[in-house]
């Protein structure tokens, strides 16, 4: 991916814990490294098709400006979100915020916070046994549009399916959506269970009967494990009522771990009913 820097631009603003540091302000430099591709302006030479980078230092300038906060952390998370949604060439990018008038009694060269952020694909599952299904469905579509760190992009047909798991319940409708979210995994998980509770989801049997059901499949081609997720979803090689959906939005997407396509893994299951 190609890359446009920018090097020390400097921001008079008012961040510090100290009330000196808010009341008289003192000098920033932000370092960013825009990562983007740049081959439709380069061939047409047409600025619109690729970052201003006069506008970004403006825009920097402006939200260094806007708000002040105690950390420098927090305005750098604050710059980094507001780049990325304003200027949506941009995939990811890396921003560094110098203090070099930081108030520490000992000599120093500079202080700084460098982070990096950028836009993820990640494919959800869909699932609803109970009520207005497809509502449901098309509840969950419009309250992530309504994010501004998501942006659902693709969206599969909806299937009915018999139920997994050997509880007796309604058939379910299932689906599947293709998303690009500056949210981290465990911040995607906490919206996605917002969005299910909002739709009447109780957790009460494993596998039983539920309004809305909302499963991070992939992240990128992220590896990871914690107490209250697993991506890629464990199950996925296992389950045609995610397979069929996945295929029509990313049938060539492949699985970190087994190295497989999802076509290739909904073929498996097919020769299994077969053999």
């Not at 990325?84 to 000992?106: G, T, V």
């Not at 309604?170 to 981290?184: Q, R, V, Y």
Request: charged fraction near 30%; aromatic fraction near 8%; proline fraction near 4%.
């Amino acid at each position: 991916m190609d890359k446009i820097s920018i090097k020390d631009l400097e921001v008079y603003a008012y961040h510090g814990v100290f009330k000196e540091e808010k009341e008289k302000g003192q000098k920033f430099y932000i370092c960013a490294d825009l990562y983007l591709s740049t081959r439709n302006a380069g061939c047409s030479d047409n600025l619109e098709l690729s970052v201003n980078y006069g506008d970004v230092c403006g825009y920097i300038t402006e939200v260094m400006q806007e708000e002040t906060f105690d950390l420098i952390e927090t305005a750098a998370e604050h710059v980094a979100e507001a780049l990325l949604l304003k200027f949506r060439l941009i995939h990811h990018l890396s921003l560094e915020i110098k203090k070099p008038e930081a108030p520490i009694d000992l000599p120093f060269g500079c202080i700084s916070v460098t982070i990096e952020r950028g836009w993820h694909k990640v494919y959800v599952a869909l699932g609803s046994n109970i009520g207005d299904r497809s509502g449901y469905f098309e509840m969950a579509l419009s309250r992530l549009k309504e994010e501004d760190t998501c942006e659902v992009t693709r969206v599969s047909d909806y299937i009915v399916t018999e139920p997994y798991g050997g509880v007796e319940q309604d058939d379910f409708l299932n689906g599947a959506i293709e998303l690009d979210t500056l949210l981290d995994p465990e911040e995607l998980l906490s919206l996605l269970h917002v969005i299910e509770n909002e739709a009447g989801r109780e957790r009460k049997i494993h596998w039983g009967p539920r309004t809305l059901d909302l499963d991070i499949l992939f992240y990128d081609d992220m590896i990871y494990d914690s107490e209250d997720l697993a991506i890629p979803h464990p199950e996925i090689a296992k389950r045609e009522f995610v397979l069929i959906p996945m295929a029509q939005i990313a049938g060539y997407l492949r699985h970190p771990v087994n190295g497989k396509t999802v076509k290739e893994m909904l073929e498996d299951l097919d020769n299994c009913k077969d053999t």
